[in-house]
């Protein structure tokens, strides 16, 4: 709500205010027509929403609050909320409540009543309480609040119209009266606070007894105002009240205030909501009798997650076998399209674009597996389980410094795959504890987002190719353990002093998923992954080529590949001399045709998907091209032999040089020269200076490390094989093992976020020294741990499997014994970081 | 019959407009790139999604609907 509105008089000013997911935001959306501005509230990351809507000639200025559960200066969200009504008092409150839960909703409305704003309670989700047997008798619930109640299913739109009434009826109503809510023993405490603060000028009388009330509560912000007024003696006599209170009674002040309003909430609800299923245990609680039970939790996720594995990355990458002859036939396609081959150097035209063609095709193979991985992770959040997950990591997380709501994080960063660091990251806005919210926010990198999927697919496929359900298993869990034994160490550490705060989980009903909202949720997804990589992979991609071609093979060594290229086509006439097939070729530009007919028939008899299709293909040499049918298709004649046996040694020869001169132009390019410099220090995790450029180009999209290992580890000129292929057959040429891939499936497990992620890093801790952290820290580790791993399997003569066996077992070890209690040991962390009074309710 | 001879010195020689059109094309490319992560951090920072990560659903303005449609654990301080 601006300045500038307050100030003109015919605007009424109206602002939402209820707990999240009541349905507060649909309500606005109601009442704006969708008509919304995003901003943030000044200083924090906090979404502000405004907008407004005519009514009968009036024009109405609406704010949606951040949602609150109460009016506390605890979460950012209340804090906010608690400003905007202090700072710049709405005319209207419209306090929106979730009608299936109506206890929990009822503590806030109290205190807008206290604090004598004019309310109107809409009762939102009448549908679902209906459903629930639940029936509201609303005049009562109006008369006890002495508030209209509006009732409403936000869904659907209903009870609009009768909201926006009663907003204009209250606007003209006169100034409200503030309710008073009996506080028992405390009651002549607030009564004499209430006397005191009336008197002090510069603070609004009319909210005198819920000032005192929250003076009584310790409220850090309201002692702080009533301070800068310079009323320290009321200050103090609040603090001797409580005291006196505390010790008559063994009970905060604070918590007996909390008690009072739930008992009061309680009392009314008893008297206007009749539950018609009472003694019946719902569905959704009977399940959650067996799947949270302690024992089975546990091991029906790991199964989850086990199934998950299963059905997604390994059978999807069975029906990528179909998907691939599609790509690759693209790949002849745009090669056709694209200016001729030269004999040893390519126009730069047609290499820049097999180069987007290799980087895109690698990255769109995966399609099937994300289409399948997407629909589960769609099932598990429509079904309601997601949110059980969240349940059962809670349990765990508190054991490592972390708050309940990081689970929500976790699980939209990938504790599955599926997932994506940033709103992982941006999600932890929520979490009201300091030292869990930056633990969070410098942890959720680690989980398993889409993006690194395509690389472990990738090795695992090389390396793993018997288990691959077990190495994903191993890699989704063990970004986890990581995350858990990373986030104990910051809390004990760099993050002991951060204030903490305390956590109540709800678990939404179990809902049965409809085919539809999977499928459309699982194609969205899919199609995301598709225009990113038709967009930011391929812009990458055009940049790392210039970066990898750029300056080129040095004059010298051109010359002299130059050389050996003029003598492998002598040689070649040599071989053709008296041959009646050599006048076929009698120009260079007949040579050059040859030689991309020969390449382009190559790549298309690769992938020709029978014996029929082959035999359409040499029948279509012999129809288009019959003068270079000799040298394509092996003949009988004995002529004709020797052509073939002379163009296969001048592809083969061709091949090496082109092969030898892309090797020297990409070592002797600017990323290179990166690649090769950082090869000191990534030797000891066997990474190589390719595997260096592909972890650097991956820091701009993950998936470019893919994309980018797609075109180093490059194909022939008329070669159609899929990147599995290729990189395997030439890592082991190198004498590379699986125990490499455990080395680099490691590190880039811990690997640093990718730029978008570091960006929300920075948005939200408003701090540039902690997005620095978040980039050298997981550097650091991911590189340490994949060296260590490295020479200490290759010492102890460990099998790939064997190593990431041994890695997982070791780091479920080393969490079992930080996460287990360790009476012995002092609290450290307890003595780091005292109890911050001023937060605690 | 005289060898023909294809002229490789051509070849492999610096090509100077095609040099100059793949160096635009690339710093084009990288204009996208900046200028996508600047539009990211404004989005971010008025609290909006980033609308390209491959695990979200949506493109559209406003809060993540990835972090905000999940029933999320709340903190109940009055608790």
Known sequence: ?841 | MTTPTIDLAAETGSRLPETALILFLSALALAYLVRGALKKRRRFQSGGSCGDCSGCATSGPGPCPVATAFTQPETESTK
């Open chain 1, 1 to 841: 709500m601006s300045r500038s509105a307050m100030t003109e008089p015919h605007h009424q000013r109206i602002a939402l205010a209820g707990q999240q997911n009541c349905g507060k935001s649909t309500i606005f959306n109601i009442l704006t027509g969708l008509q919304q501005h995003i901003a943030n509230y000044p200083g924090v990351t906090v979404d502000k929403k405004s907008g407004t809507y005519m009514w009968e000639g009036q024009r109405y200025d609406v704010t949606d609050l951040p949602g609150a559960y109460s009016l506390s200066a605890f979460s950012p969200e209340e804090r906010v909320s608690r400003q905007v009504l202090l700072d710049e008092p709405p005319d209207v409150i419209v306090n929106v409540v979730d009608a299936t839960n109506l206890r929990r909703s009822l503590p806030l409305t109290f205190q807008l009543l206290e604090m004598g704003f004019r309310v109107i309670v809409a009762v939102n989700m009448m549908d679902a309480a209906r459903r629930r047997g639940l029936a509201i008798d609303l005049p009562a619930l109006s008369r006890r609040l002495t508030a209209p109640v509006v009732p409403m299913v936000g869904r659907s739109g209903k009870g609009g119209k009768e909201l926006r009434g009663a907003i204009a009826e209250a606007a003209q109503a006169p100034a409200a009266v503030p309710a008073t809510l009996n506080y028992g023993p405390l009651e002549d405490d607030v009564a004499a606070l209430h006397a005191r603060l009336s008197a002090i000028p510069g603070l609004d009388g009319r909210m005198s007894r819920w000032h005192a009330v929250k003076l009584l509560e310790n409220d850090s912000e309201t002692i702080g105002r009533v301070s800068r007024l310079g009323q320290t003696d009321v200050i103090e006599a609040a603090d001797a009240m409580r005291a006196r209170f505390e010790e008559a009674h063994g009970l905060s002040a604070g918590d007996h205030i909390s008690a009072t309003r739930d008992r009061r909430a309680t009392e009314i609800l008893g008297d206007c909501v009749q539950d018609t299923r009472h003694g019946t245990v719902p569905v959704s609680e009977r399940i959650d009798r067996v799947l949270l039970n302690r024992f089975v939790a546990p091991l029906f996720l790991i199964a989850t997650v086990w199934v998950i594995y299963q059905l997604s990355i390994v059978q999807g990458y069975e029906l990528t076998h179909l998907t691939w002859p599609f790509l690759a036939g693209l790949r002849t396609v745009a090669a056709s399209m694209l200016p001729d081959a030269g004999f040893l150097v390519d126009p730069q035209i047609r290499s820049l674009g097999l180069w987007i063609v290799d980087s895109v095709n690698t990255l769109l193979n995966y399609v099937p597996i994300f289409l399948i991985l997407f629909a589960l992770i769609a099932i598990l959040e429509d079904s309601g389980y997601m949110a059980r997950i969240a349940f059962i990591l809670d349990r765990i997380l508190h054991r490592f410094g972390l708050h309940g709501q990081s689970t929500l994080p976790f699980i939209l960063g990938g504790v599955f795959a599926g997932g994506c660091a940033v709103p992982g990251v941006m999600a932890t806005k929520g979490i009201p504890d300091a030292r869990a919210r930056l633990a969070t926010i410098l942890t959720v990198p680690f989980m398993n987002c889409m993006a690194k999927i395509p690389l472990y697919t990738l090795l695992i496929n090389i390396y793993f190719p018997d288990a691959k359900g077990l190495m994903l298993f191993y890699l989704s869990t063990i970004t986890v353990l990581a995350a858990l034994l990373v986030a104990k160490l910051l809390t004990s550490s760099v993050l002991a002093t951060q204030p903490t705060a305390p956590f109540v989980m709800e678990l939404p009903s179990y809902h049965m998923p409809t085919v539809t909202g999977i499928a459309r949720r699982a194609t969205d997804r899919t199609w995301m992954y598709i225009k990113k990589v038709g967009t930011v992979v391929v812009a990458i991609a055009v940049v790392i080529y210039v970066l990898l071609q750029f300056p080129g093979v040095p004059e010298d060594r051109m010359s002299a590949f130059e050389a050996r290229g003029e003598t492998v086509i002598a040689e070649f006439y040599a071989a053709l001399e008296g041959n009646p097939n050599l006048a076929a070729v009698a120009t260079p530009e007949d040579l050059i045709s040859l030689v991309n007919v020969q390449s382009t028939y190559k790549a298309r008899r690769l992938n020709a998907s029978s014996r029929e299709a082959a035999e359409a293909l040499d029948q279509g040499i012999r129809d288009n091209h019959p003068q270079f049918a000799p040298f394509v298709l092996r003949g009988r004649a004995e002529a004709d032999r020797a052509a073939f046996s002379a163009m296969r040694d001048l592809a083969n020869a061709r091949n090496t040089l082109r092969r030898e001169m892309q090797s020297e132009r990409i070592e002797s390019s600017f990323l290179g020269h990166i690649g090769r410099g950082l090869e000191p220090v990534t030797q000891f995790a066997d990474f190589d200076w390719r595997i260096n450029i592909a972890l650097l180009s991956s820091f701009a999209a993950r998936e470019s490390s893919v994309a980018t290992l797609g075109v180093l580890f490059d194909q022939e000129e008329g070669e159609n094989r899929a990147l599995e292929d290729r990189m395997g057959d030439q890592q082991r040429a190198e004498g590379r093992t699986a125990l490499s891939a455990v080395a680099l499936m490691l590190f880039f497990a811990l690997y640093p976020p990718c730029l978008a992620t570091v960006i929300m890093v920075r948005v939200q801790t408003q701090s540039t020294g902690w997005m620095v952290f978040s980039i050298v820290f997981p550097t650091i580790l991911g590189l340490t741990v994949a060296s260590v791993v490295f020479q200490s399997a290759t010492a102890l003569g460990l099998t790939g499997l064997e190593t990431m066996t041994a890695v997982w077992l070791g780091t479920f070890a080393l969490l079992l014994l930080v996460a287990l209690p360790k009476p012995w040991l002092p609290d450290l962390r307890q003595r780091a970081a005292p109890e911050i009074e001023d937060v605690a309710p």
